[in-house]
């Protein structure tokens, strides 16, 4: 009896197929660049925020967080733009936001002027900074079921601009920290920022606004002049286009209640089994 000798097959070859020609490639794992750089550079700037109150340079604190907020704004249309979605990228960046927008700008607040309540500060800061987590953790669950063009309750960013905006105004302008009125002014602003945050207000995503498409031409004016004003002066501009943000959200929510309108941004419950109708 004569046995023939089988030739040898590649690991991870497919058995029966024509030649064996065929390898199964074990998939490799990675990251995107691009969009989790972005991410990356706006933990440092939270980061750096942190760093800089603690040498009490509080001017700089704010302006970092203000820039961790641009380029948190970028990583996420980077991504979409480029198809470079990923699970890893969603967690980087929910981290990075607590960071940039959650116990920075907490701390820089506590660090400029909170402190002089003592402990009633240090329960502003906490209570802004519990929010900021609380807030992340609700939006991360509620993916996909509440309407995209709104948020549920004020986004971290808004939130932590409100804060550091009013911290670079007040240093830019040279108002006296010591007044019985400040300190107390930003505990309010720092509960207020706090609980916004984990409120079921609606506020304006701008979502649907898509850069690859075109627009009309005024628009494009709007953003000349927009520049224009901000670059006039940042603090008192940007800190009065945040307090306007801020407070839309209510108003939005009032005139829906108003008119007998759902809220836009109340998720929907899932149909139960059963329920459904036949087709």
Not at 100 to 125: C, H, K, Q, T
Not at 211 to 236: E, H, K, N, Q, T
């Amino acid at each position: 009896m004569r046995f023939r000798r089988r030739k040898s097959r590649p690991l991870g070859s497919v058995p029966g197929a024509p030649g064996d020609e065929f390898v199964v490639r074990r998939r490799r794992r990675g990251i995107y660049l691009l969009p989790n750089a972005f991410t990356a550079a706006a933990l440092f700037a939270g980061f750096f925020a942190i760093v800089q109150a603690m040498n009490q340079r509080f001017d700089w604190a704010a302006i970092a967080i203000f820039a961790a907020m641009v380029l948190d704004g970028m990583d996420g249309r980077v991504a979409r733009l480029t198809n470079t979605q990923s699970a890893f990228g969603e967690q980087f960046d929910s981290l990075s936001d607590m960071t940039s927008f959650g116990v920075a700008p907490a701390l820089v607040m506590y660090e400029w002027i909170l402190n002089d309540l003592g402990r009633w500060g240090m329960a502003a800061a906490f209570i802004y900074c519990s929010c900021a987590a609380m807030r992340l953790a609700r939006f991360n669950a509620n993916i996909g079921v509440i309407d995209k063009r709104f948020f549920q309750g004020l986004p971290s960013p808004a939130a932590a601009a409100l804060v550091a905006g009013f911290v670079w105004l007040a240093i830019d302008n040279k108002f006296h920290i010591k007044e019985v009125w400040m300190p107390w002014f930003a505990f309010v602003l720092t509960i207020y920022a706090g609980l916004t945050m984990v409120s079921n207000a609606p506020f304006y995503s701008g979502k649907n606004f898509h850069l690859s498409r075109s627009v009309p031409f005024w628009v494009m004016i709007v953003v000349v002049v927009a520049m224009f004003f901000i670059s006039s002066d940042p603090p008192i501009v940007l800190f009065t286009l945040f307090c306007v943000y801020a407070v839309s959200g209510y108003v939005y929510w009032a005139w829906q209640w108003w008119t007998g309108r759902p809220n836009p941004a109340k998720p929907v419950p899932a149909p139960s089994p059963g329920t459904g109708k036949d087709g």
